[in-house]
């Protein structure tokens, strides 16, 4: 089976700046991989080169399907209604019911006729989770997208998340700087450094998981990122 | 109102200031005062009527313009010499800031000269506009629409310059098409930045009116003041400019209540 993302030696440089240095990654179809990396590794430089962002790069990518992102910032159009903001850019569809059924699938059925500026961050967090998925992407890139929320209402959207992924199995690539949100939903985890993969773990645990059942494999994950030693554990 | 009007760039309001209702019969204890010392003044003999006629004499003025005619005339005229104007100048205005914010060529050929233009005071191009244009109405509809077509354009430009680049960008992975992303992401962050230069446009509008009709008006409401002027009937220039004064405050609230209506997405 043909990969969903499929990258060989990427390199991006912004000037002199070198940010990706040969990258080489592949992800199946529905597969979700966590990219981990310090701050400034070029995480989102990659995903906005996988969403076709930027093209300005040399070595070569493929992602043969649709592909659907959520930043960081949830990014609505304010002064679109909730409803609208997610189903604008769908063609050939009946927006309303489309944008109905995926508001449900991200419990927030009361919110369609919102504007945007009236959410709360986790809200304006899963609309964009939900506008990203009407689009039925194969491969969903997510930039950090609860690492602006609480810690509570970033407990609430792992388990969401992962309830969607099962639903639709997009691939799914997540950029992330939270260890144990990597350990808890992805099928391997990436590290990036240098420009680089340098690292590529497999995490082959029954799901839903628990903390307690990933406890090795952070200290192994913590040590790829140059964090040592138990007391990371 | 300072005379360059069409160089004012002013930043849209983040949120509308809520009036403070309980102030607000207080806060007419002075103008009501002012109005009785002006009358009592007028009354007395110290304020004589060829310098500027009692708030009396005035209402009563206006009472027999408004009856004969003559100011329903006068307003109709003016009204729509600033009605004209500021269709040319917003069209004017208008088409250029789509050009020069949607286009990158349009913005390297139009934006220099419209940048240079704009620090010309307006007002001070009356005798350029009647020498181009005579003394018949053509001036006076020039000269609205030059006041008008600059704070238009350079608010709808610097709007559409503004458009957050992470709503365009997210609209592009989403799948609008170019259309789409003008019609749903650009013009609608230009919006808030536009009703700013709106706003100033029509005051600017009503300004460039006065301006205007002092250029041998035989009809409208500068010529209802300067025939009074050459009367000494103080009472008719009051009228006049009072009028002047509603004119621009009520397109002022138009303009306000278009921005509730259009803005209404904004947070409370
Ligand atoms: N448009 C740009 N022009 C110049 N340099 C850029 C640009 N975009 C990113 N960079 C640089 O590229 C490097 C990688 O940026 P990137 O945003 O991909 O990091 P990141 O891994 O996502 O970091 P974080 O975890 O903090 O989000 C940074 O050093 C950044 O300064
Ligand atoms: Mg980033």
Partial sequence: MASAVSIRGLHKAFGSRVVLDGVDLEIAPGEFVALLGRSGCGKSTLLRILAGLDSDV???????????????????????????????????????????????????????DAWPLTLSGGEAQRVSLARALVRQPDVLLLDEPFGALDALTRLAMHRLVEDLWEAHRPA?????????????????????????????????LPRPRRRASFVEQRVRVLADLGVDDAQAA | MSISVAGVLAR???????????????????????VLLWQAASSTGVLPPDKLASPLTVVASAGELIADGQLGEAFAVSLGRVFFGFLLGGVVGVVLGLVSGLSRWGETLLDPPVQMLRTLPHLGLIPLFILWFGIGEEPKLALVAAGV?????????????????????????????????????????????????????????????IVGEQ??????????????????????????????ALLGLTTDYLVRLLERRVLRWRAR
Avoid: C, M
């Fill in chain 1, 172 to 204: 799914v690539l997540l950029v992330t700087h939270d260890v144990d949100e990597a350990l808890l939903l992805a099928d391997r985890i990436v590290v990036l450094d240098e420009g680089r993969v340098v690292a590529s773990h497999f995490v082959d």
């Fill in chain 2, 12 to 34: 849209p309001k983040t949120a509308v200031p809520r009036p403070r209702k309980r102030s607000l019969p207080l806060r007419w204890i002075s103008p009501v005062a002012l």
């Fill in chain 2, 149 to 209: 077509a600059f704070p238009l354009y350079l608010n709808l430009h610097a709007g559409i310059r503004q458009t957050d680049p992470g709503l365009v960008e997210a609209a592009k992975v989403l799948g609008y098409t170019r259309v789409e992303r003008v019609v749903h992401v650009v013009l609608p962050s230009a919006v808030p930045q536009s009703l700013v230069g709106l706003r100033i446009a029509l005051g600017t509008a009503w300004l460039s009116l």
């Fill in chain 1, 58 to 112: 040399r070595g070569s990518f493929s992602v043969p399907g649709t592909v659907s992102i959520a930043f960081q910032q949830p990014r609505l159009l304010p002064w679109r209604r909730v409803w609208r903001n997610v189903s604008l850019g769908l063609h050939g569809v009946d927006g309303r019911e489309v944008a109905r059924k995926a508001l449900d699938e991200v419990r927030l059925p009361d919110h369609a």
């Fill in chain 2, 215 to 244: 250029i041998n008006a035989d009809a409208g409401l500068g010529f209802l003041i300067n025939n009074a002027r050459e009367f000494l009937r103080t009472d008719i220039v009051v009228v006049g400019l009072v009028v002047y």
